[in-house]
């Protein structure tokens, strides 16, 4: 008799340090919510599962940019300057680190080339002229966009329909 009332209130201890060692994990990241919809700190009840709270960024970041807990930042493989891009590499005007930001870029124009500084084309290739600013010494461009002497003379000489302008017929 006395066996069975060691074994029952040993029995008994073993029960209640089963009920209360088991934890319930309800509302932990992943877990159920509590049953007023609400979560461990730092936590959200969302679909009755307590995820991550996620600040927004406002106002909206660039679409280059990352929203990171309420703050924009730099998303991966993009830049928002040169100082973003590593191996040398340069940050084209859609936040793109480049090796070159004149790789696959063809100008409209023959007497433009690709400026490696942003991209672009508006680099007068040597020789030429887009207008009689980029000419030096008296000299005015033809409509060949070349730099040339500024004759009061076309040679060769005008059709009678047209004028002569600054060397070039009109």
Known sequence: MIYQKIFGFLFFILLALLTFSCTDDVGSLGEKCY??????????CKDNICIKLELS???SCQ????????????????????NDCSDSKKCDDS???????CFNV???YYWFECNEE??????????YCADNSDC???????????CIENN?????SCQEWESCNSGSCE
């Open 35 to 44: 049953t007023n919809s609400t979560c461990n700190d730092g936590l959200e």
């Open 57 to 59: 960024c406002t106002p």
């Open 63 to 82: 679409e280059w940019q990352s929203c990171d807990n309420g703050s924009c930042n730099t998303s991966k493989d993009r830049c928002k300057d040169d």
């Open 95 to 101: 936040h793109n680190c480049r090796d070159s930001l």
């Open 106 to 108: 063809i100008c409209d």
């Open 118 to 127: 942003n991209g672009r084309c508006d680099k007068l290739l040597d020789g």
């Open 136 to 146: 030096i010494d008296n000299k005015v461009c033809n409509a060949a966009h070349n």
């Open 152 to 156: 009061t003379e076309c040679t060769p």
